[in-house]
């Protein structure tokens, strides 16, 4: 167990749909970053959030959000849901940002069918 | 900006032979490098990381990685694969105290 938490482990759903994923990081790490990872565009960083402000964006869609709430849980929403969405999501934490490494989650499956 | 370039997006080794994962990285200042092992159907976990010091970094599972900054390289070696060395394996490089730059991987394949 890394420490840090995604729900669901999977998730199955339709094209056009909406869906939100949660992560909560490891106690005491204050960043969240998303990652998205499939088999033709490999990890793609999406969002970091610190604190609870948006702190960096990456390659995400206009159709994807997500926020950090004061608990330091963030979810990230994923709507108009097409094929291309279907891929592993990560969420990973960090207490020192990027100079200390990460921790990360073990995913959720997004399955958009 | 920094970045990573990991050759070889497939390796395949002998069960007992030596393993050679290959990382270089740019950056106009001193790196944090790290690398990270996925195994199937799980998250990135930490192998190993470089902040400061000695050159020569030993991680989990008998992997090592040194950094040779005249080479710009931080290569991770074992000197015997196991199979459940089996995975894909994963280079960063600090860009900024917040950022972590991930290369695009290298799946490792151990054959008995």
């Known amino acids: 167990d890394s420490g840090v938490t995604q729900t669901p482990k999977h998730l199955i759903t339709a094209t056009g749909q909406r869906v939100t994923l949660r992560c909560s990081p490891r106690?005491?790490?204050?960043?969240v970053y998303w990652y998205q990872q499939s088999l033709d565009q490999g990890l793609q960083f999406l969002i970091q959030y610190y604190n609870g402000e948006e702190r960096a964006k990456g390659n995400i869609l206009e159709r994807f959000s997500a926020q950090q709430f004061p608990d330091l849980h963030s979810e990230l929403n994923l709507s108009s849901l097409e094929l291309g969405d279907s891929a592993l999501y990560f969420c990973a934490s960090s207490r020192q940002g990027g100079r200390g490494g990460y921790t990360f989650g073990s995913g959720t499956r997004l399955t958009v069918v | 900006a920094q970045s990573v370039t990991q050759l070889g997006s497939h390796v395949s080794v002998s069960e007992g032979a030596l393993v050679l994962l290959r990382c270089n990285y740019s950056?106009?200042?001193?790196?944090?490098l790290f690398w990270y092992v996925q195994y199937p159907n799980q998250g990135l976990q930490l192998l190993l990381k470089?902040?400061?010091?000695?050159?020569l970094v030993k991680g989990i599972n008998g992997f090592e990685a040194e950094f040779k900054k005249s080479e710009t390289s931080f290569h991770l070696t074992k000197p015997s694969a196991h199979m459940s060395d089996a995975a894909e394996y994963f280079c960063a490089v600090s860009e900024t105290p917040d950022k972590l730059i991930f290369g695009t991987g290298t799946r490792l394949q151990v054959f008995p």
């Open positions: 470089y902040t400061t010091g000695a050159t």
């Open positions: 950056s106009s200042v001193p790196p944090y």
């Open positions: 106690s005491g790490d204050l960043s």
